[in-house]
């Protein structure tokens, strides 16, 4: 029959100390579960900062495109160079009607594609340009682009997903976040 070890003072204090310092190692050793993850050089995707123009700090205008986009996701404020509070999901009509009612506009999902930095995950965008941008892969950005199926009703629109960049649909009635556009 095995003998149990009995823990004594001087025992427990070793444990103790083993524990922290491993506790440290991990710490310093493996990055935060909620860390943006990003392998430069597995694909020639990437979205640079040369091409975006910071003249008005709320908004990113990808001077390629010519695209001027709400640095924040809908809900979050520009405070002290950065995107702060929390994030509004909203069903794609009322990101449609609040986008129209705030001279702004959802992207289609090819706009919305082309600020995506696919070397990246959690979220798949540049944080230098989109800072704070919620990292979900049960949730993404709203495109304006319908999904049609045979019948002419719209019960699904395009998304992005912002865990890893996945292009695809959902019902309309479903909430995600929204990054709009600037209309002027």
Do not use: H
């Amino acid at each position: 029959m095995l003998s149990q070890a009995k823990f004594t003072p001087a025992c427990s204090r070793l444990n103790k100390r083993a524990y922290f310092i491993f506790c440290l190692c991990l710490f310093f050793v493996v990055p935060p579960l909620n860390a943006q993850i990003c392998r430069k050089g597995i694909t020639p995707q990437t979205i640079a900062l040369k091409n975006f123009d910071f003249s008005t700090p709320t908004v990113a205008l990808d001077v390629l495109t010519g695209l001027k986009w709400d640095r924040c996701v809908y809900g979050q404020t520009w405070e002290n160079s950065t995107c702060t509070g929390s994030p509004i999901k909203l069903t794609w009509k009322e990101a449609l009607s609040v986008g129209a009612n705030n001279n702004k506009r959802l992207p289609n999902i090819k706009e919305l594609n082309t600020i995506l930095d696919l070397q990246c995950a959690i979220p798949p965008v540049n944080l230098k340009i989109f800072p704070n941008t919620p990292a979900s892969t049960e949730n993404g950005l709203w495109s304006s682009t319908p999904y049609i199926l045979e019948d002419t009703s719209i019960t699904n629109a395009w998304y992005i997903d912002l865990g890893f960049g996945i292009t695809t649909y959902r019902a309309v009635t479903t909430k995600n976040f929204v990054r709009f556009i600037n209309k002027e």
